[in-house]
């Protein structure tokens, strides 16, 4: 059960980290985009400069998360009735 439960949710850590790195092009996609109603030089317009340096972080932060979920599965799977312990050798004789 504990092995399920760790695989599903380094699952939702990739569906949510991936979600969120797309959510983020595409924000960074429509802060790029032209202002509708700015026409130089009639009209100056000023953009708001946020640094995008912070969210850029938090996808990295996800991603790596992810890693850590991905390697807590594969220690609850070594501890699991799934993974058999290799056959014990047999001495040769010489």
């Known amino acids: 059960m504990d092995f399920l439960a760790t695989a599903a949710f380094s ?4 569906v949510a980290s991936s979600a969120w790195a797309k959510a ?6 429509s802060v790029a985009a032209p202002l509708p109603h700015c026409h130089p030089p009639a009209v100056t317009c000023d953009r708001d400069t946020t640094p995008m340096g912070a969210l850029n972080v938090s996808v990295v932060f996800g ?3 992810l890693i850590l979920w991905l390697g807590s599965s594969w220690f609850v799977f070594k501890e699991t009735n799934f993974h058999s312990p290799p056959a014990p050798s047999t001495p040769s004789t010489m």
Do not use: G
């Open 11 to 14: 699952f939702l850590w990739l």
């Open 63 to 65: 991603f790596l998360n």
């Open 24 to 29: 983020l092009t595409d924000v960074k996609a």
